[in-house]
């Protein structure tokens, strides 16, 4: 069977949105409730291959415990071939590093950094991603329910890997 090639566009539709991080362009899809992470090649390949890998562990490590499961949107884990395209129709995969994408599911509500958060949270959850292996959690973004309970968690990582320029 022939893998499908999923093409994401820099732009925003009624069905579709596109925002930009530090290190990746993340892709939302409304439709069927996604997002897609692809990395940037504005910075070494070696480093983004490091947070991309990162990453992907802690998710699978995260998805694996029982207390944290929770707290992740779902992990899809890569998609295998991925074609970007300007929001003019134009190709610009090469401004990404394409094989370094992960879909997970589509989280909506209050997005806060988790250094923002107080009370027991903030000492409860640092433990359950320390004993999973997840180091790196501290700069990770939280989706709050409408009571402002942590709901889900985003961008985290085994490690953290500093970029030095």
Same mark, same amino acid.
């Given at each position: 069977?022939?893998?499908?090639?999923?093409? +994401?566009?820099?732009?925003?539709?009624?069905?579709?949105?596109?925002?930009?991080?530090?290190?990746?362009?993340?892709?939302?899809?409304?439709?069927?409730?996604?997002?897609?992470?692809? #990395?940037?090649? %504005?910075?070494?390949?070696?480093?983004?291959?490091?947070?991309?890998?990162?990453?992907?562990?802690?998710?699978?490590?995260?998805?694996?415990?029982?207390?944290?499961?929770?707290?992740?949107?779902?992990?899809?884990?890569?998609?295998?071939?991925?074609?970007?395209?300007?929001?003019?129709?134009?190709?610009?995969?090469?401004?990404?590093?394409?094989?370094?994408?992960?879909?997970?599911?589509?989280?909506?509500?209050?997005?806060?950094?988790?250094?923002?958060?107080?009370?027991?949270?903030?000492?409860?959850?640092?433990?359950?991603? +320390?004993?999973?292996?997840?180091?790196?959690?501290? %700069?990770?973004?939280? #989706? +709050? %329910?409408?009571?402002?309970?942590?709901?889900?968690?985003? %961008?985290?990582?085994?490690?953290?890997?500093? +970029?030095?320029?």
């Amino acid at each position: 069977m022939e893998e499908k090639t999923i093409k +994401l566009i820099e732009g925003i539709t009624d069905s579709f949105d596109c925002k930009s991080g530090y290190y990746a362009k993340i892709f939302l899809n409304y439709e069927n409730k996604t997002v897609i992470k692809v #990395f940037k090649s %504005d910075e070494t390949f070696d480093h983004c291959k490091n947070v991309y890998e990162s990453e992907v562990k802690a998710y699978k490590l995260a998805e694996s415990k029982e207390e944290l499961k929770p707290y992740i949107p779902i992990f899809y884990g890569q998609e295998p071939s991925i074609e970007i395209f300007s929001k003019n129709g134009e190709n610009i995969s090469e401004k990404y590093f394409c094989d370094f994408n992960y879909k997970i599911e589509l989280v909506e509500g209050e997005e806060r950094k988790f250094g923002t958060i107080t009370g027991d949270a903030a000492h409860y959850f640092p433990k359950l991603f +320390l004993k999973a292996g997840i180091n790196y959690y501290k %700069d990770s973004s939280v #989706f +709050l %329910d409408d009571k402002g309970n942590i709901k889900k968690f985003i %961008d985290f990582a085994t490690q953290e890997y500093e +970029l030095i320029h």
